[in-house]
Structure formats: structure tokens, C-alpha cells
């Protein structure tokens, strides 16, 4: 059976009458041409996701909720802590972050940040953060929030956090990140300056607040290089343990 063509239904939209909402409503009855009578996948980004036949497509779609399930959050979950900056890569990251299954992303101004970080995240985020899970079919979608207050700030917001981690460019820095380090169960923050990265006071405000530091390896990695390899890292840790949702894969088989 062929993969079922996803949308994107807000929880708040989770209710008969089912309705999609504008863009992705567009895109069944315009791009893709479906009708009343076709199956189509949707998932509202807090892991349920389910089975719908289309209703009608004339003055908007309207769908039938055939069957749904809730997919288990992952007992391990990863944010990315990112320094503000113009990286033309912003949006490739955060596609890419679904796919690898962040649990979320704060964005803060550091010392270094090049240009005006907005107060509140940008509605093309939603679009591009939807489009990734289409494409790997995670019922999940990251939350992304604006941090204010610098250094300081993220410190304060992340001290929930179970594991804190700094990244850093120290060269007298030599821990690393092991796999028992990663595949532990709760929640995990991997921060990462600006292009410029951190001053040495940031540093010593992050270590001094308990976070800890670490490298990746003997060479500095670009802003995005480094977000996904932590990414990388933690997807690695969680299969290799067998625990938790991922995320990825085609789900089609559960729904015949």
C-alpha cells in the first residue's frame, strides 16, 4: 500500500467537525487534487495522529476521523540551546531537527549574536517545522521559544533541565559525550553559542550555574554543524538503547 499523504491538524482543530486549516486544506484540494472518498494521514505535532477519510473539499475540507493512536513520547529528550545569529541555514536546521527528533529549540542572544534575535519565534518556523514532519512522519513537533536575558537568562530557563551541556571550544577542553550520557532518560540541553562563539564569560557563567562542558571533537564545527551532530548524537544514543519514539519511518502499515 502506498504512504498516505499527511496534514497537519492543530490540537485545537482535534474535534468533529474536522476541518483543515487554510495552507493545508490548499494543498489537498488544490496541489495534490484529492476528493471525498480518498485516505489521507494527519497528525496534530503532540504525537496523535490518525486515519481520515475525506468528507468534502467544497467550501473547505472537511475530514472523518476513521481511527487514531498516541505515540509515546521518547524517554529521552533532546533541545538545542542556539545562540542568535543571520545563519541562512536557520531554516534547513529546523526541518532537519524534526527529523532527528528534538524535543525543542531555544534561540538566545549571546554576546555574539549578529542581529536582532525577535521576541517571539516566526510563523514561517510552523511551516517549515510541519514540512519536516511530513517527510519523516514524526507525530511530534518541537516547540520553539525565544530566550531573553542573554547568557543568564538561558541559565535560568534550562535549570529544570536532568543534563545541561556546554558546548565549548576551550582547547584544553578534552570530555566528550558518551552514549550513556545521551541514552538517559529525561530531559537534555545542548548549548551552542553564535558563529562568533562564546566569550569566556559566558563560559564560566554556564559552568558556574552547572552546566558542563564538553567538545566534539579537535576542530570548530559551523553553528548548524554542531546543532545536528548533537542531534545525531542523541538519535544514535536513543536507537541503539531501543527506547523511546523517534520519530521516523513510514507508518503506513497501521493504517489499512
Known amino acids: 500500500m502506498p504512504r498516505l499523504d499527511t496534514f497537519f491538524l492543530p490540537p485545537e482543530s482535534w474535534e468533529p467537525p474536522f476541518r483543515l486549516p ?12 484529492l476528493g471525498p472518498g480518498a485516505r489521507v494521514r494527519c497528525f496534530d505535532g503532540r504525537g496523535r495522529e490518525g486515519l481520515f477519510e475525506v468528507e468534502a473539499v467544497k467550501g473547505g475540507v472537511t475530514l472523518k476521523l476513521l481511527s487514531e493512536r498516541e505515540a509515546p513520547a521518547s524517554a529521552s529528550r533532546c533541545w538545542l540551546a542556539l545562540g542568535w545569529n543571520k545563519s541562512s541555514r536557520r531554516g534547513w536546521l529546523i526541518e532537519k531537527a524534526v527529523e532527528l527528533g528534538a524535543a525543542g529549540i531555544l534561540f538566545w542572544e549571546a554576546a555574539r549574536t549578529q542581529g536582532a534575535m525577535p521576541s517571539q519565534p516566526k510563523e514561517t518556523w510552523q511551516a517549515q517545522l510541519v514540512a519536516g514532519a511530513k517527510q519523516c512522519g ?12 542573554g547568557a543568564a537568562g538561558l541559565a535560568a530557563r534550562a535549570a529544570g533541565f536532568n543534563r545541561r551541556w556546554l558546548l565549548w571550544e576551550s582547547p584544553e577542553l578534552r570530555r566528550g559525550l ?8 529525561g530531559d537534555s540541553i545542548f548549548v551552542l553559542g553564535p558563529e562568533g562563539g562564546l566569550t569566556q564569560a559566558e563560559a564560566d557563567l554556564f559552568t558556574g550555574a552547572g552546566f558542563e562542558a564538553v567538545t566534539l571533537g579537535p576542530r570548530p564545527l559551523r553553528w548548524e554543524t554542531a ?30
Open 138 to 149: 514524526n507525530p511530534w513537533l518541537p516547540e520553539i521559544e525565544m530566550v531573553p536575558g
Open 22 to 33: 487554510g495552507d493545508e486544506a490548499k494543498h489537498l484540494s488544490k496541489v495534490l487534487r
Open 227 to 256: 546543532a545536528l551532530m548533537c542531534l545525531g548524537l542523541a538519535w544514535w544514543a536513543a536507537s541503539e538503547d531501543g527506547g523511546g519514539e523517534t520519530g521516523g519511518g513510514d507508518n503506513t502499515a497501521a493504517w489499512r
Open 178 to 185: 558518551t552514549r550513556e550520557d545521551l541514552a538517559a532518560q
